[in-house]
Structures are given as structure tokens and as C-alpha cells.
């Protein structure tokens, strides 16, 4: 299971993708069009927000205790929750 680590390492670059396209859909929303009323292209970009959400809560979890992992800087070798290592290797 070596390639674990460089799994989670690709969810957390794809999840950190998904947030910034939604974040950057919803800022041109709003500097385009203005927030009222809401637009398509705002709530296009909250989805892609709330999904990543989601799409972490699901898959960034540790491989040893299923405890949800961080998304905010760097991911360790090392659980912050059990300890685990990280790339599968005990
Ligand atoms: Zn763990």
C-alpha cells in the first residue's frame, strides 16, 4: 500500500481544486453581477464549495481509525488521531 499516501495527497490537492473553482465562480458572480439578486454562476460556485465539503468528509480519512484528516496545511507521515502512519506501512 505505498501509493496511499500520494492517494490522499491527490484527494487533498483535488479537494483544494474544487473549493478555489468555486470560490473563484462565486467571487466573479459577485464582482460581475453583484449579490443581489443571487445568480446561476454564484450558486454554481457554492456547489462546487459544498461539494468539496462533502467529497472530504468522505475520503480524507485516515486509513487506520477513519477519523476525518485535515485539510488545512500539511498533510503529516503521521494519524494526528491514532498515531497511524499515513502511507499504509507499519
Ligand atoms: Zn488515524
Redesign the pocket.
Known amino acids: 500500500m505505498k501509493n496511499l499516501l500520494k492517494n490522499l495527497f491527490l484527494i487533498k490537492v483535488l479537494i483544494i481544486l474544487i473549493k478555489l473553482t468555486g470560490l473563484t465562480l462565486a467571487w466573479i458572480s459577485v464582482i460581475k453581477q453583484g449579490v443581489e439578486p443571487i445568480k446561476p454562476l454564484f450558486i454554481v460556485g457554492a456547489v462546487f464549495m459544498f461539494g468539496s465539503i462533502i467529497f472530504q468528509m468522505i475520503f480524507l480519512r485516515?486509513p487506520?481509525?477513519n477519523?476525518e484528516l485535515s485539510s488545512i496545511g500539511r498533510l503529516g507521515d503521521y494519524?494526528p488521531?491514532?498515531?497511524?502512519r499515513l502511507d499504509g506501512e507499519e
Open positions: 485516515c487506520h481509525c477519523k494519524c488521531h491514532c498515531g497511524g
